[in-house]
């Protein structure tokens, strides 16, 4: 279990002789090494084994036994220390008392463990904890301050090491490496070169993560916030370049310069909002499906209440299956708004008030903040454009982006969770012709050039709002269009024949010159 605690990952020594090889063959040189969490040193046996056996090396670990273990297995060379200390206690750029001021570089494998997860397993090296990133309150609350391990001993390092020429080349997830990047520009870190290079972590570590060799300079040139994409440790040339373009992080440097105008990051005009599905962190209560006749939940059990307050569902899992014309899931919905207060439905709703009391602990058992002091039984991703009667509709969750327009079902608007995201539209029309253009291969090249095939959520909010949709359908060839309009029309909306094209695509544009807002008076059917 300590090990487990400590996001300890042993690096197989013929790894690390590969990666110190990698590092030789890139030209890179060094006199002092210093590994800040080495655990039992495999990367200082590496570079003996490659043949340095000069460079003044520091090792700094956490564990006892790690510790005790490479300080025995270097006791007779003079040039090697093990330091047992936290790295968080130390300033890597003051407190290590180098005996010389020769070209350092920075090795070694941190752990691979998110700052939640070693906190809730019981680990005890952690920062301080603080919003080291300055995010928002609402980010912060909802996750976004959640990092890794790996991540913040890649800030600290930079950071302590901001006036000295250094290479930093260490282990971690790829996901982590981009993080690092896009940190260091936004606080003009003095990084001047980067590389990345993947490995296959499960045949080294047995971890199913997409892991790289992630190597800086630092203090060498001029700020630099690019990073050369390998396919392996002795790749010769890039499969890609991903990093920053002005303002925008990118995962195709050359791919993004062609659909740059695309992005609304760039040309700060927004007209759509994107907006989240319904958080309810309660699917077993809150989430139903049709049995015989009847709804049931996550229990299994039969329930019974008033049917205004059920709505069709669609997951993440639903969006490639859906053909407009039914769904298999319901979902409760508590609220309207956001903080609504909850306790009429004791009246309204007296089957539904004693259904969700019923399950009243697993609604107290819900973890994260957002629902604190708030009404029982209350929701999230919930609003105007939750109960708008057309939406475009994306899987977070898909590597391919697919964008379906929605509508109602049985007289229901059609929800999503928030696995999800959507545009919320008042007419078909205007539904349908947003998910055509943004399925064009277009807007899917655009969106590849700025997505990242291994993150965990490649589409999201921030992402989605960066598509500049009006310069999109102004640029799209009108019959290209037309054509995607009609084939969605075909599947989506096939018993809705009164849904009419224009002749002229460029008139109903006029549609997208500003938000379209769903009307904060506007009167919704209750079934």
């Not at 993947?198 to 916030?225: E, P």
């Not at 995962?251 to 759509?272: P, W």
């Not at 209350?378 to 977070?396: C, E, L, M, Q, R």
Request: net charge neutral.
């Amino acid at each position: 279990m300590r090990t487990k605690i400590l996001g300890d990952f042993q690096t197989p020594v013929p790894l690390a002789v590969q990666i110190v090889q990698s590092l030789k063959q890139d030209g890179i040189r060094w006199g002092r090494v210093l590994e800040p969490t080495c655990g039992k040193g495999n990367f200082i046996q590496a570079l003996i084994e490659m043949g340095d056996t000069q460079s003044e090396t520091i090792g700094i670990e956490l564990q006892g036994n790690y510790a005790t273990e490479a300080d025995k297995k270097f006791e007779k060379q003079s040039n090697i220390r093990i330091l047992r200390n936290n790295i968080f206690e130390l300033d890597l750029g003051h407190d290590l008392a180098w005996k010389s001021n020769q070209p350092l570089l920075v090795i070694g494998n941190p752990p691979w463990v998110t700052n939640s997860t070693m906190g809730l397993l019981g680990g005890e090296n952690l920062p301080e904890k603080s919003n080291f990133k300055g995010l928002r309150g609402i980010d912060a609350i909802t996750g976004q301050a959640n990092f890794d391990i790996a991540e913040f001993i890649w800030l600290k390092l930079i950071a302590d090491l901001a006036q000295t020429p250094a290479v930093i080349a260490l282990l971690c997830k790829t996901s982590v490496a981009r993080n690092v990047l896009q940190y260091a520009q936004e606080a003009l870190l003095p990084i001047s070169g980067a590389s990345i290079k993947c490995i296959d972590a499960k045949i080294w570590f047995d971890a199913d993560v997409d892991a790289c060799l992630f190597t800086v300079l630092l203090n060498s040139g001029v700020s630099h916030y690019q990073a050369s994409v390998y396919e392996s440790l002795d790749a010769q040339e890039p499969l890609t370049t991903i990093g920053y373009i002005g303002e925008s992080f990118v995962s195709n440097v050359d791919l993004y310069k062609e659909f740059s105008f695309l992005d609304l990051q760039v040309h700060h005009d927004k007209r759509f909002i994107w907006r989240a599905g319904v958080k309810h962190d309660s699917a077993s209560v809150m989430e139903l499906r049709p049995v015989d006749g009847h709804w049931k939940n996550g229990f299994d059990e039969i329930v019974d209440v008033e049917s205004e307050y059920l709505f069709p569902l669609l997951k993440s899992s639903d969006v490639k299956r859906f053909n407009g014309q039914a769904v298999d899931k319901a979902v409760i919905m508590t609220q309207r708004k956001v903080g609504e207060d909850t306790r009429h439905l004791e009246f309204s709703a007296p089957k539904l008030w004693k259904y969700l009391n019923k399950y009243q602990h697993i609604f107290g058992a819900r973890k994260s903040t957002i629902y604190k002091n708030k009404p029982p039984f209350s929701i999230f991703g919930v609003g105007d454009y939750t109960f708008a009667p057309y939406k475009v509709i994306i899987s977070g969750f898909y590597k391919e982006p697919l964008f379906i327009p929605v509508g109602s079902i049985r007289g229901k608007e059609v929800l999503c969770d928030d696995t999800c995201y959507l545009l919320p539209f008042t007419s078909a029309i205007e539904a349908v012709m947003v998910a055509a253009a943004l399925n064009h291969i277009v807007a899917k090249r655009f969106l590849k050039s700025i997505t990242f095939d291994d993150a965990k959520r490649p589409f999201t909010k921030n992402l989605l709002s960066r598509i500049d949709i009006a310069s999109l359908m102004a640029y799209l060839p009108q019959e290209e269009l037309r054509v995607g309009i009609k084939d969605l029309l075909k599947v989506f909306f096939s018993d809705q024949a009164d849904i009419q094209i224009p002749n002229n695509l460029l008139e109903i544009h006029d549609l997208f010159k500003t938000e379209k807002k769903i009307s904060e008076n506007i009167q919704l059917p209750l079934f």
